[in-house]
């Protein structure tokens, strides 16, 4: 997070990776090749949540950030989102890589593997959430659509910084 004119400014970049039943990479895609396209947008109610978490009165713990959902959607995101545009499915989010905290910008970084018989449809958007239905959405990304089949499996890396 840094501030200008007074703004918490956060932004978050997803890659995604498909491979084949032999673990080889088929598919990359990274979003946003530049921060200024308007492709990767971390939510107002997703800033809210952050600011919430950071005043100990309102902070709850047990709704942390855990669980990524990929979906169908294509529709860029926008500050009002509080979903997925067509959510298809939502895990756990499996490791989180938080080194970079201490760095300059900050950063925080949360994967996810889809395995062969989850997600399988043709995917263009991920999002960060609080809970494994429903919740808070913190980002939502799009991204050129990938097809995913029983065939291939799927990684997910979403980078919240400033």
Same mark, same amino acid.
């Given at each position: ?5 007074? @703004? ?62 990929? $979906?169908? $959607? ?9 979903? @997925? ?8 989010? $499996?490791?989180?890589? /938080? ?50 089949? /029983?065939?291939?499996?799927?990684? @997910?890396?979403? /980078?919240?910084?400033?």
């Amino acid at each position: 997070m840094s501030e200008q004119n007074g @703004l918490i400014n956060l932004r978050g970049y997803v890659e995604i990776a498909l491979y084949d039943a032999q673990r080889n990479e088929v598919d990359r895609i990274k979003a946003p090749i530049q921060w200024e396209k308007n492709d990767n947008t971390i939510v107002t109610a997703g800033r809210r949540f952050v600011l919430q978490q950071i005043i100990s009165s309102d902070m709850v713990t047990s709704q942390s950030i855990g669980y990524m959902a990929v $979906g169908t $959607g294509t529709n860029a995101p926008a500050t009002s989102d509080s979903a @997925l545009q067509s959510e298809t499915t939502r895990l756990a989010i $499996g490791t989180f890589t /938080t080194t970079n905290l201490t760095s300059n910008p900050p950063s925080w970084m949360a994967q996810m593997s889809l395995a062969t018989n989850q997600g399988n449809t043709t995917l263009g958007e991920v999002g960060l959430f609080n809970s494994s239905s429903g919740g808070t959405l913190l980002g939502r990304a799009t991204f050129s659509t990938i097809n995913k089949t /029983t065939s291939n499996t799927l990684g @997910l890396s979403y /980078t919240v910084s400033n």
